[in-house]
């Protein structure tokens, strides 16, 4: 057998010396307060500091929230990505930003579930804590359901990006938003009506953007549910985790029988979210990843039924 060379270990200086050796100093003398009442506190100065602040908050906040929804999975977790704010006067040096962590934690202790209602209630009470007049909470996570395929009826779970904003204010109503990315198929007409055996698809990219009445509850429906009907109803074909052939086969052929362009994509689910009594301002969007192109295909629709005519 071959002897293995054995290299001697270094001998390293004890941590305190490493750490030394790398620019740690001993603590220096301790004159400040200790206390918190004897601190001073920057943030609650009154002063003119010149001008009003939209918004001063916390963003990127990650923590694990429950989601309930109208279809299986009807209960969910996942991680929710929050963004917390409030508008402050111009003799506000600033906020306290603490207190947002502190909500969402007392929130998260009691079980928070990302829904209208809850949301309603943690800006109005978020508003309170930070002694503002206003307040605004938003979330986004990914939202998972359900989906069957159309003859076999195998199911495997479909995600979708979804987000909520609620912003309380203590002289108008709640100001919510809502939104869902969804993912679709569609099949381009102008290649169908010109190709004698076949016709490209594509994978497309839904978005739905939709502010609702202020009164708007959790008694109303799952808004995640309407807008991705409103989405997937449109499409040429909808998406599915798990096909067989003969899932396959009435998938495409769906496709083939409802060609959409992106244009048509957006106009068509304009006009059922135009005619959903809670929705008072709609943004839809559309981007193809077209299949036989290098870009994307892109369309968009804006509108707000307060501003309609007649």
Excluded at 45 to 65: H, Q, T
Excluded at 131 to 158: C, H, I, M
Excluded at 265 to 290: G, Q, S, T, W
Aim: glycine share 4%; aromatic share 8%; charged share 25%.
């Amino acid at each position: 057998m071959h002897q293995l060379n054995t290299i001697p270990l270094k001998k390293l200086p004890s941590k305190e010396e490493r750490h030394k050796l790398f620019g740690s100093v001993p603590p220096g003398e301790k004159k400040k307060p200790t206390e918190k009442n004897e601190m001073a506190d920057l943030q609650n100065v009154k002063r003119d500091f010149l001008f009003d602040l939209d918004v001063v908050g916390v963003s990127n906040v990650k923590y694990p929230v429950r989601v309930l929804s109208g279809q299986a999975p009807f209960e969910q977790t996942t991680v929710g990505t929050f963004t917390f704010s409030s508008s402050i006067p111009a003799n506000s040096k600033g906020t306290n930003m603490s207190r947002f962590m502190e909500l969402l934690e007392q929130y998260h202790q009691g079980g928070f579930t990302v829904s209208i209602d809850e949301l309603k209630q943690f800006a109005k009470d978020l508003a309170v804590k930070l002694e503002q007049t206003d307040a605004t909470v938003s979330v986004s996570f990914p939202w998972f359901y359900e989906r069957k395929a159309p003859q076999t009826y195998a199911a495997g779970l479909n995600h979708a990006e979804a987000s909520v904003s609620v912003r309380y204010s203590k002289y108008e109503d709640y100001q919510i938003t809502v939104s869902l990315n969804v993912q679709i198929t569609t099949l381009c007409p102008c290649s169908k009506e010109i190709s004698e055996y076949s016709a490209h698809n594509q994978r497309g990219n839904v978005t739905v953007e939709t502010e609702l009445e202020p009164s708007f509850s959790n008694t109303d429906g799952d808004w995640k549910g309407i807008l991705l009907e409103a989405a997937e109803s449109n499409a040429s074909a909808r998406l599915h985790p798990i096909l067989k052939r003969p899932d396959e086969k009435m998938v495409t052929e769906a496709a083939y029988e409802n060609p959409r362009f992106v244009e048509d994509m957006v106009r068509l689910i304009a006009a059922d979210l135009y005619e959903l009594p809670a929705v008072m301002k709609f943004h839809v969007a559309c981007r193809n990843e077209e299949s036989i192109h290098m870009h994307d295909a892109i369309a968009s629709v804006t509108y707000d039924k307060r501003n309609r005519q007649g």
